[in-house]
């Protein structure tokens, strides 16, 4: 939620009926009252009449004499709300000369009260609250203390921010370093470039300069930043590997730069080369691709597969034929496997690539030479793809895959005829609740299970990531997307924590945020009255998930605010972002009582849907019935399916077995048999 949005939500504690008729009545009497009646009405035991006056105090009479006696008021109220809603109005006046009164405030025994007046420092911008507002900082009311010293300008904060940086304890050094930042202070990039500050032990203070470096490094400073990160200890310069990265892209003599980490990898520190190639890769120029090509012929093993892990990030067909050849002459079984991965990850990109043969003729190496069955299904799968682009091509190999590549040719039959009907089978992952069932396995357990019963991967949760990639990355299956949830009608408007942690860990993926929205303060499902709220939020996420290269997809939920499809159809065209979308979930639309609408919502839905979730159902009652293993339950999902193919959508498709009790394996075999039953019902 914005700071200004913080004043108003003051306002309106215990005051739901802002917009009743008895509040306007009472305001229209107070709006020629004298300045002493208005301050009296303040006391009075009507709500509407304290309203009055409070709106006339905000924004109604604006006369010099209303503002003193205002202030003086705050002495003698009472109530601890009125008072923080006083003192709130008073901040929305903006008259700097209520700032002794409000400041007085910042030391009241009511924890609202002291929250208001933080708040009207910061809005009033007064300098000499800046001593008590950091006394505040470690308290309960510090969240508020932060935003006033924020927005408050004044060289004598900079300087006192500045002390604690040096000489503060751990939690102090932290919070200087991004007060700092968010204050936007001129001197902070010079002053960040200390290597103390990355080698003092202290994790978190490391991790917050590298992110404050990340925010104020000026244009042109790439060399400087590429010198001091290489004076790190090798953890610690890994940390500003995103900083390096932006500002090569943004460098004005990018290719000189680019020779500059050629040449330091080549004759650098072996302890920097990860974050060198990682660099060069992130290039993706000519120079880069010879380096990292020829890093491919290294004795050293981890060399090889370093350079391997890199080329599968191109963004091109460039980096094809060097790891085919590197494939095709590996004797390691671990880096020739990464090698087709690579080449399968860079294939699976068509809209880079410029040369569509190039990676059907890659493809077609993957599928007859890959050591595994794993790959040589991964690549056979990612030619449907090309086949808008070059049709008549794709359908000769799938046809020479039939005939040719036993291992293949079932599938290359089954693909062929989706194809001869102008559609590419949509994928078909498992959400994570299919794989509780009781029984504790490990991510590369879960991995393995849903490679064995045929899933394409899975809808994941927001804890353990990084594992769960590794183990899907092994098995060759994918992280669709990761289900997490965010809370509107608060005091924040910007993306939260636990959803910037996420886009950290996927950033570069291609795994989609799935989002979904609750709120405590709109407690009505579907209520609009807080889209002001969602939309700028989701703009916030929208637009960090676009620099990480993500997307998002909306998940209704029945229960929570954002319930229906249609409302989040509704949300993405007011926050009207590319990498925005929806997903429909047929057992929340079944619950909702849009069991009979459903043609119509995906329609609704088609220009933004993203992923569909479907299980067996029937058409009414609890979760145990409206959400049963495929092939069961009365609801005729194969008329939705029919649908979605009606509608040309080629998008994910997920599997919902929340609640489901029993053996996951048996239960998740289950639906895959009737998921392929389902397919055969063209």
């Given at each position: 939620?914005c700071?200004?949005?913080?004043?108003?939500?003051?306002l309106?504690?215990?005051?739901?009926?802002?917009?009743a008729?008895?509040?306007e009545?009472?305001?229209?009497?107070?709006?020629?009252?004298?300045?002493?009646?208005i301050?009296?009405?303040?006391g009075?035991?009507?709500?509407?009449?304290?309203?009055?006056?409070l709106?006339?105090?905000?924004?109604?009479n604006?006369?010099?004499?209303?503002?003193?006696l205002?202030?003086?008021?705050?002495?003698t109220?009472?109530?601890p709300?009125?008072?923080a809603q006083?003192?709130?109005?008073?901040?929305e006046?903006?008259?700097?000369?209520?700032?002794?009164?409000?400041?007085?405030?910042?030391?009241?025994?009511?924890?609202?009260?002291r929250a208001?007046a933080?708040?009207?420092c910061?809005?009033?911008k007064?300098?000499?609250a800046?001593?008590?507002?950091?006394?505040?900082?470690?308290?309960?009311?510090?969240?508020?203390a932060?935003e006033?010293?924020?927005?408050?300008?004044g060289?004598?904060?900079?300087?006192h921010?500045?002390?604690?940086l040096?000489?503060?304890?751990a939690a102090?050094?932290?919070m200087?370093v991004?007060?700092?930042?968010a204050?936007?202070?001129?001197?902070?990039?010079?002053?960040?470039?200390?290597?103390?500050l990355?080698?003092?032990?202290?994790?978190a203070?490391?991790?917050?300069?590298?992110?404050?470096?990340?925010?104020?490094?000026?244009?042109?400073c790439?060399?400087?930043?590429l010198?001091?990160a290489?004076?790190?200890?090798?953890?610690?310069?890994?940390?500003?590997?995103?900083?390096?990265?932006?500002t090569?892209d943004?460098?004005?003599?990018k290719?000189a730069c680019?020779?500059?980490l050629?040449?330091?990898l080549?004759?650098?520190?072996?302890?920097?080369?990860p974050?060198?190639?990682?660099?060069?890769?992130?290039?993706?120029?000519?120079?880069?691709l010879?380096?990292?090509?020829?890093?491919?012929a290294?004795?050293?093993l981890?060399?090889r597969?370093?350079?391997?892990?890199?080329?599968g990030?191109?963004n091109?067909?460039?980096?094809?034929?060097?790891l085919?050849?590197a494939?095709?002459?590996?004797?390691?079984?671990?880096?020739q496997?990464?090698?087709?991965?690579a080449v399968?990850?860079?294939?699976?990109?068509?809209?880079?690539i410029?040369?569509?043969?190039?990676?059907?003729?890659?493809l077609?190496q993957?599928?007859?030479?890959?050591?595994?069955?794993?790959?040589?299904?991964?690549?056979?799968?990612?030619l449907?793809c090309?086949?808008p682009?070059?049709g008549e091509?794709?359908?000769?190999?799938?046809?020479?895959t039939?005939?040719e590549?036993?291992?293949?040719a079932?599938?290359?039959?089954t693909?062929?005829s989706a194809?001869l009907l102008?559609?590419?089978?949509?994928p078909?992952?498992?959400?994570?609740?299919?794989?509780r069932d009781?029984?504790?396995r490990?991510?590369a357990?879960?991995?393995r299970?849903?490679?064995?019963?045929?899933?394409?991967g899975?809808?994941?949760?927001?804890?353990?990531?990084p594992?769960?990639?590794a183990?899907?990355?092994a098995?060759g299956?994918?992280?669709?997307?990761?289900y997490v949830?965010?809370?509107?009608?608060?005091t924040?408007?910007?993306?939260p924590?636990n959803?910037?942690?996420?886009?950290?860990?996927l950033?570069?993926?291609?795994?989609?945020?799935?989002?979904y929205?609750?709120?405590?303060?709109?407690?009505k499902?579907?209520?609009?009255?807080?889209?002001?709220?969602?939309?700028?939020?989701?703009?916030?996420i929208?637009d960090?998930?676009?620099?990480?290269?993500?997307?998002?997809s909306?998940?209704?939920?029945?229960?929570?605010?954002m319930?229906?499809?249609?409302?989040?159809v509704?949300?993405?065209?007011?926050v009207?972002?590319l990498?925005?979308?929806?997903?429909f979930n047929?057992?929340?639309c079944i619950?909702?009582?849009?069991?009979?609408r459903?043609?119509?919502?995906?329609?609704?839905?088609?220009p933004?849907?993203?992923?569909?979730?479907?299980?067996?159902?029937?058409?009414?009652?609890?979760?145990?019935?409206?959400?049963?293993?495929l092939g069961?339950g009365?609801?005729?999902?194969a008329?939705?399916?029919?649908?979605l193919?009606?509608?040309d959508?080629?998008?994910?498709v997920?599997?919902?077995?929340?609640?489901?009790?029993?053996?996951?394996?048996?239960?998740?075999?289950?639906?895959?048999?009737?998921w392929?039953?389902?397919?055969?019902?063209?």
């Open positions: 939620m700071y200004r949005t913080v004043v108003w939500a003051l309106t504690v215990g005051l739901r009926l802002a917009y008729q008895g509040a009545s009472a305001n229209a009497k107070l709006r020629d009252a004298k300045p002493e009646a301050i009296a009405a303040l009075c035991g009507d709500v509407f009449t304290r309203e009055g006056a709106a006339q105090i905000a924004r109604g604006r006369s010099p004499e209303l503002t003193r205002a202030a003086d008021a705050l002495a109220v009472g109530q709300g009125v008072k006083l003192i709130a109005v008073l901040a006046r903006g008259d700097p000369s209520v700032a002794p009164a409000v400041r007085k405030a910042l030391a009241d025994s009511d924890p609202s009260v208001a933080a708040v009207a910061g809005l009033l007064d300098v000499k800046a001593d008590t507002l950091f006394g505040m900082l470690g308290g309960e009311q510090g969240g508020v932060y006033a010293l924020r927005r408050i300008p060289r004598s904060i900079d300087a921010l500045v002390t604690l040096r000489k503060g304890e102090q050094r932290v200087a991004e007060l700092l930042s204050r936007r202070y001129d001197g902070l990039f010079p002053l960040l470039l200390d290597k103390r990355f080698v003092s032990g202290d994790a203070l490391a991790k917050a300069v590298a992110g404050a470096i990340r925010s104020c490094t000026p244009s042109g790439f060399e400087k930043l010198a001091f290489l004076s790190l200890p090798a953890p610690s310069a890994e940390l500003l590997v995103g900083t390096l990265s932006v090569l943004e460098a004005a003599d290719p680019v020779r500059r050629a040449q330091t080549t004759a650098g520190d072996a302890a920097y080369a974050l060198l190639a990682g660099l060069l890769a992130a290039s993706q120029s000519s120079e880069a010879r380096v990292l090509s020829g890093r491919l290294c004795d050293d981890e060399v597969k370093e350079a391997m892990r890199h080329l990030k191109w091109s067909e460039a980096a094809l034929v060097p085919v050849l494939a095709r002459r590996e004797r390691d079984a671990g880096a496997t990464l090698a087709w991965r399968i990850d860079i294939a699976n990109r068509p809209d880079k410029a040369d569509f043969y190039q990676p059907l003729s890659a077609q993957a599928m007859w030479h890959a050591p595994r069955l794993e790959e040589k299904v991964a690549a056979l799968k990612t449907p090309y086949s682009k070059a091509a794709v359908d000769a190999l799938l046809t020479k039939e005939t590549n036993p291992e293949l079932a599938e290359a039959r693909l062929r194809l102008n559609r590419a089978p949509s078909f992952f498992a959400m994570d609740t299919g794989l009781g029984v504790v490990t991510p357990e879960q991995a299970l849903l490679r064995e019963l045929g899933y394409a899975v809808g994941w949760g927001p804890d353990q990531i594992e769960m990639l183990a899907l990355d098995e299956l994918k992280m669709f997307n990761v949830g965010v809370e509107i009608g608060g924040n408007r910007v993306a924590e959803v910037l942690r996420v886009l950290g860990q950033k570069g993926r291609e795994t989609t945020l799935w989002l929205v609750t709120s405590k303060r709109f407690t499902a579907s209520d609009e009255a807080g889209d002001a709220d969602a939309v700028a939020m989701l703009r916030d929208a960090r998930a676009q620099q990480a290269g993500l997307k998002v909306l998940y209704p939920h029945t229960w929570f605010w319930e229906r499809v249609q409302d989040a509704r949300l993405v065209r007011k009207n972002r990498n925005l979308g929806v997903t047929l057992c929340h619950k909702v009582g849009d069991a009979g459903t043609n119509e919502l995906l329609e609704q839905a088609k933004y849907l993203t992923f569909v979730t479907v299980n067996g159902a029937d058409a009414e009652g609890g979760w145990d019935r409206l959400i049963q293993p069961q009365t609801f005729d999902v008329a939705v399916l029919k649908t193919r009606a509608m959508y080629r998008g994910p997920g599997l919902q077995h929340y609640g489901i009790k029993g053996d996951s394996r048996e239960k998740l075999g289950q639906s895959m048999a009737g392929r039953a389902l397919q055969a019902e063209k």
